[in-house]
């Protein structure tokens, strides 16, 4: 092989280091514990055949993730639903979208001491998540159940003071969606995401007094920066996500507390 064509392989061959160098580095993917992350390790072997070696970072809460993603700490999370990051977005600055639907996880509201939301006693308190995203969407469900009306106009992040009326004379407790499962002892009621529920050892299906129609705009998401959004690992984690094998993973473990969404 003449000098002229061995240097055109050495050029061809460094060319290609670079593909084959982002192929199989580490893609951190930051979750919640939990659904998420049980899913995404379902989501695991599936992505390293298409050359993703899934690193799964899990965060106790739904603030760091995105600040995480923002600081380039992590390639991509899979935590939140739509009208979270909207509002992330708008408050932080964060240069952050949307890839992909993954699943939804209808809220719910649990009690130990009341078995309906009809027992419910005058002066109840309910404890709620305490970010404007699921806050709000814990205010509409009781709204959609009749136990409140809210002012037209809030949108997904009403707050307490956007209550217009309020029969029961029910006293909303804000804190962090986490210690959702914790409360109960201490409050009538708590409205606790799925993801949390079941960490705290509680069953989204049979458990909760009342729960959230599964339709509407709370289906989570996969997120990346703009900047990455249109990259090849992208559409890998996707396609690796949204797999016939992932659904049925889903469907088997989670027996209707999680349903997909693609």
Do not use: F, H, Q
């Given at each position: 092989m003449s000098l002229k064509k061995l240097g055109l392989v050495a050029l061809f061959s460094l060319a290609a280091l670079p593909a084959l160098a982002q192929q199989t580095q580490p893609l951190r993917i930051g979750a919640t514990p939990g659904p998420h992350a049980q899913i995404l390790e379902a989501v695991k072997p599936i992505a390293a055949k298409k050359g993703l070696d899934l690193k799964i970072v899990e965060f106790s809460d739904y603030v760091v993730p995105n600040t995480a993603l923002a600081g380039g700490d992590i390639e991509a999370n899979s935590f939140q639903n739509q009208p979270y990051l909207d509002n992330q977005v708008a408050d932080r600055g964060f240069k952050i979208e949307s890839v992909a639907l993954t699943v939804n996880f209808p809220i719910g509201i649990y009690s130990k001491k009341h078995k309906s939301l009809d027992a419910?006693?005058?002066?109840?308190?309910i404890s709620i998540p305490n970010d404007p995203t699921n806050g709000g969407r814990a205010l509409i469900l009781l709204q959609d159940k009749g136990l409140i009306k809210l002012k037209e106009g809030t949108g997904y992040k009403p707050t307490p003071l956007d209550v217009t009326d309020n029969p029961k004379k029910i006293k909303f407790v804000e804190i962090e969606a986490a210690q959702g499962p914790r409360v109960l002892d201490d409050v009538d009621?708590?409205?606790?995401?799925?993801?949390?529920?079941?960490?705290?050892?509680?069953?989204?299906?049979?458990?909760?007094?009342?729960?959230?129609?599964?339709k509407g705009p709370y289906v989570n998401i996969i997120a990346v920066r703009s900047e990455d959004k249109d990259k090849p690992w992208v559409k890998a984690l996707v396609e690796s996500y949204h797999t016939p094998e992932v659904k049925k993973f889903i469907e088997e473990k989670f027996k209707g507390s999680v349903l997909t969404s693609w």
């Open positions: 419910l006693p005058s002066g109840a308190t009621a708590s409205i606790i995401n799925t993801n949390y529920a079941t960490s705290g050892g509680l069953d989204p299906v049979k458990d909760p007094i009342a729960r959230e129609n599964p």
